[in-house]
């Protein structure tokens, strides 16, 4: 079969929004399928429901088109589509460190009943290894096509902010398959991308989704790693900055992924990393992950530490303190609040008492729906009236800019704690700024 197939893209959420939009771009005839009829609205009018660079052109674009159109229907999905891609999300169980998986059998079994003719179902969400290998025998039992319909897994490593790049020019590509046609439709479905010359690794389906946790459970022990080492750098007075920036420049070791401050948070690698370890539990080989857990623990101290850095700053007593809060999302250039250290952290100082005001340049609104005991600004410098520490927590470029004579005009104490790593510390020193950062004396 060289004929494009048509795909559906079931889940518009971030994953299959994006997913939906670049594949229709790329040529391919799309339908977008969600069971929020609000979100398959928005989305069919043109607007995109969350915040990421290039995407809404894109979508224009993709609709004018016409190769790409959303439904909330499954029956259509599973009269239109060839491939059909998983892209529902798969968050923390409340009160577990557990996948929810409750929206991927719901996607699966809605699907299932319509699939009357070969296609191929490919997993994209990032799942407990076994997952696919269960799903299979579900999606055969339910589907009048029987074992004419396979799975595939084809996990997803796109990251926000970089979403559209990420997916049109991945790295590599991982094929989880049980056959050759699998693998064949699966190299149809991905025909421009693989044009140029994007690495695929073809594997069975067990490899394919251990791939994707255990490499967010890579990235996220590299960044606990270099916070460990921050908290080591405190306790005798050395640098974290310098440190990392001597380990970066060994190329086995490199500086993606290294840079120390309050450390990880968003949708992905905390709740990927609980999951693993939880499953690694289930399946007998615990002890083999058990790190996890530390770096977990890791970067949760560095939310209390920075906490502290700020109590420190201001003589011991958060109590009563105007202290303002740079940045919200859970990284720059994201709207994205999920399990965001920066909020966190302004929480916990509200708390104790602090007088806390947040400004955040994409995610306000977000924050503001989730946290409306927290007080907010319209700037940066708005926030910082008459405070008495300004705390930055997310690197956003437009806090990296701001001059630090003009902020001293506004501000009651020049005293700043620095939670990235964002701003540079001789500049402010300079400017008579009491400037202090993790890991630094
Ligand atoms: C991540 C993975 O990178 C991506 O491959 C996967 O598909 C989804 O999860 P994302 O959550 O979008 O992507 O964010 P990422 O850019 O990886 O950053 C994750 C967190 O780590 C952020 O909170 C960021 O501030 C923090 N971080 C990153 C550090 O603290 N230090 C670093 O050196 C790098």
Redesign the pocket.
Known sequence: ATESPRLTVIGTGYLGATHAICMAVLGYEVLGVDVDEGKIAKLASGEVPFFEPGLPELLAKALESGRLRFTTSFEEAGGFGDVHFLCVGTPQQPGSDAADLTYVDAAVRALAPYLDRRALVVGKSTVPVGTAKRLTEVIQDLAPAGTDVELAWNP??????FAVDDTMRPDRMVFGVASQWAEDRLRAAFKPVLDLGTPVVRTDLATAELV?VA??SF?AT??SY?NAMAEVCEAVGADIKDLADSLALDDRIGG??????????????PK?IRAFAHRAEEIGVGQAVSFLREVDDINRRRRARTVDLVRELLGGQISGKRIAAWGAA??PN?DDIRDA?ALDVARTMHGLGGHVRVFDPAALDNARRAFPELRYGDSALDVAENADVVVLLTEWSDFREIDPAALAEVVREKRIVDG?HALDAERWRAAGWEYRALGRS
């Open positions: 997803e490593f796109l990251r926000e902010g994707k490499a967010n990235l590299k960044i270099i993606k992924f290294l840079k120390p401050g309050l450390g990880f948070g968003g949708g992905c690698l990927d859970f990284k994201s250290p990235r």
